[in-house]
């Protein structure tokens, strides 16, 4: 069996959501009593989001290499980043790192395609919304996204960043998220919702709202994670 890298605390929330979905997912692939091997190195993340604030992203990919080679120092044969908007550097990254990552973006796109979904909405920090790297992949399979808009976008990422990363999910929260999912769906006849942070699924719980399916970045990544380790 390989062994995972996790490159987690961004935020911390999912990461300890990231480590039980894997072992959810590993027993169900193998009830045999076993537990898979994995590495967390839980990183600054405010460190992190400081470099991409400043739009240093030289600096961010830099961060995170020292970072993942302290994993492949460790022991993992391959890893992932636990969060979505370091993957504004993802291909910088790749070529460079010690050992093979897994992209959150690519395995959400291979699920989006799988069923068939053509218009969806991205929801995340700003920086995840407003970026170009959600966009450039699944482009290339012909699939749409579209974003909040401006006011809406702002609501996201203050929630985000000051509630959900911090541990604190409120019921007017969650209704505010579905609220915005409503007026898109309402301005843009979207297929479904990208929960495009990895807090967003620890929020807002639900497979589908109104009929239009949320896809959980967190479990597609951990699913692609399990497989790879049993591969």
């Not at 405010?46 to 600096?59: E, I």
């Not at 209704?175 to 898109?184: E, F, K, S, T, W």
Request: overall charge negative; glycine content about 8%.
């Amino acid at each position: 069996m390989k062994t995972l890298g996790i490159i987690g605390g961004m935020g911390p929330e999912s990461t300890i959501e990231y480590y039980r979905t894997i072992i959810a997912l590993y027993h169900e692939r193998k009830p045999d009593g076993s537990y898979p091997q994995l590495i967390i190195n839980s990183v600054d993340l405010k460190k992190g989001m400081d470099f991409v604030a400043a739009n240093d992203l030289a600096g961010a990919a830099k961060h995170l290499l020292e970072e993942i080679a302290k994993l492949a120092r460790a022991g993992a044969d391959f890893g992932l980043i636990a969060a979505n908007t370091p993957h504004i550097v993802f291909d910088d990254l790749r070529p460079q790192s010690p050992i093979p990552l897994i992209s959150i973006v690519e395995v959400t796109c291979a699920a989006a395609k799988a069923r068939g979904l053509k218009k969806l909405g991205l929801f995340g920090t700003r920086f995840t919304m407003q970026g170009n790297f959600y966009p450039k992949v699944f482009s290339r399979e012909g699939i749409e996204l579209v974003v909040p808009d401006p006011a809406d976008q702002d609501y996201i990422h203050d929630k985000y960043m000051n509630e959900l990363v911090e541990g604190m999910f409120r019921g007017e929260t969650c209704a505010g998220l579905l609220a915005i999912v409503d007026r898109l769906k309402n301005k843009i006849d979207i297929d479904g919702v990208i929960l495009a942070g990895t807090e967003l699924p620890l929020i807002l719980r639900d497979a589908t709202h109104h009929g239009i399916p949320f896809l959980d970045t967190m479990k597609i990544h951990a699913e692609a994670a399990v497989e790879q380790m049993l591969s």
